[in-house]
Each structure stands twice: as C-alpha cells, then as structure tokens.
C-alpha cells in the first residue's frame, strides 16, 4: 500500500524591508498507513465489543433455541414452541435465569467475533497474496463468501469449547430436580476430569459445518445487500454532483447498515440451523454418561427417525428472530468503531 501524501504549508523565511511577500512554499509530508499489526489490533477490540453488545441482546433467545432443541428423543417434548419455553422459563426461573451461564458466552461472543472478523480480512490478504485478486479492484461478491467461509472454519475451532460450556449451563442434567445453577468453572473441570482435554472438542464438526457455511453467508449476505443498497442509492441521484457525492461516501446510512447486517444474520442462522441443532443435542449429553460417545451422524440419525425434517428445526424462527437486532448491532458497532476511532 503506497503512504498517503498531504501538503504541509511552510512558513517563509522572514522578508527584508525590500523584499514583498513570496507565495507559500509546499512540501510534502507523509502520512503511514495502518500497518498490518494495528489492524490486527483493531479487528480483536472492537470485534470483541461489538460480539458482547450482540450477546446480550441475543442471550434470552440463545437460551430458549437450545433447550427447544435439546430436548430428548425417548421421552415426550416438554415444550410446544417458543412462547411455551418463554413462559415455562420465566415461571421456574424468572427473567435472570434467561441469563444463566451468559459470562462463558460473553467470553465467547468476544472470541467468535474478533476471530472472524481477524480471520475474514487474512483471507482477504490471502487472496491477494495468492493472485486470485488484484488490489486495483473490489473484491467479488463470491470472493467474499470465501473468505466469510474461511473466517468461520477457524473460528469453529475456538468456538466449540465455549458453546459446550455454555450447553452444559443452558441445559443442566439434575434428572428433573431443582438445583443451584451451574458455574463455568466446576463445568469446565467436570469436562477435563471425565473426558480430558478432547472432550472439549465435542461436536466440533457441527460447529465447523455452521461455521464455514454460516459465516460465508453472514459475511455475503452483508456484503451483497451493502452492494445493492448502494446500486440504489445511486438511481436516485438528480445530477452528476449529487452521484459524485454518493460514491464519495464511505459509509451507508445508519438504516441501510442495520438491514445489511440483520439479513447477515438471518442467512447465517437460517442456512445451516440443523447442523447447529445436532450440535447441541451432542453437547447437552451428561458429562458422566456411560458408553460410547454420541457422534454427529448418530445422532443426526436418531432425530430424523424420532422427529423427521422439522425435528433439525427445532427453534429456528426464535434464533433468526434474534439474529436481527443482534447482528445488525454487531457489524454497526464493529464499522462505527473502526470509522470514528481508528488506532492509528
């Protein structure tokens, strides 16, 4: 990336009494450019706040999708829908408990975010770096997606730690008793004593298969509406200064960023939502059961034959539900931030 270059006035020597007064004289001076290591810096901060004020819009909603979709295939289904396990929540465990285990998540919303945000602009620096994209162009709209795509696949391996945690908590195993709720630190440690360190990598390839997949579309599908919305933006112009003036603008109105981010996610959650649901029948099993491990295919096996098509839809209107608002918020903070207070 070639160093900006701005002019910098230079105050003239001082004028004899019979000299008159010279023009002022320019020289250039250099302005650098972020370096790689401040953006880096950049996307971990302000991903990672951006991801917090997401969660706890989305937590509630988080709550109700995984005890909708963890419910068991030997035994009758506890709730009728969404509102049934609102109520039943809100009734057993008030509002709070809607909240219970969101410390692990909000560790995990910072890591999620600020690991895909890292990891989506390294593929794009690996696609320049491979030749499969020049610097004097925009990236295309299917770049994009495969560089969303990449950002998920390595995310997912940070992540699945995390979600098992957060399941543990969501989805406590008291064999139907009341009982205090759990903690991520005695989770954690339950996890590492009965299964080791490989245990915390359970259902890794159902987080990886909604990862890869979901991010493409979330980081598409942000991209792709940003691109229509600014086509739009730019019909509606009345003259040559006034289309000048739209392109010259970095950023789109606060509206259209909201509706590009909340489509974001509403494909990320939509797309990929029964890998996501096979996930988090995995990791809501008890930590001390006996037998072999459930696998991914098993249990995709298992709530095909006891609930067929709809049962890997078990809590998908919540979740894209309140994939709006959260999303939305989460790529306005994350632009704000880098707009309105850049590092460097």
Known sequence: MEPAVTLKPEVPPAQTSSSTTSPCITTPVILKPKTAVMEAVEDIVYGSVAGVVGKYIEYPFDTVKVRLQSQPDHLSLRYTGPLDCFRQA???????????GISAPLVGAALENSSLFFWERIGRDLTYG?????HDKPLSLQTLWLTGGFAGAMTSFILTPVELVKCKIQVPDTGGKAAAPLKPIPVIRDIFRHQ????FWHGQLGTLIREAGGCAAWFGSKETTTKLFRQWNESRATSPQHLEQIRA?????????????ASAGMAYNFLFFPADTVKSRMQTTPIREVGPKKTFMGETAALWKQAGLK??????????????????????VFDGLKKYLPMQ
């Open 90 to 100: 809100l009734r057993s465990d008030g509002l709070l408990g809607l909240y219970r």
């Open 311 to 332: 049962g890997f839809y078990r809590g998908c209107g919540i979740t894209v539900l309140r994939s709006v608002p959260s999303s939305a918020f989460i790529f306005m």
């Open 249 to 261: 603008q970095d950023a789109l109105p606060l509206w259209q960023q909201a509706v590009a981010g």
């Open 196 to 199: 080791g360190i490989s245990g």
């Open 130 to 134: 491979f030749g499969l994209a020049s």
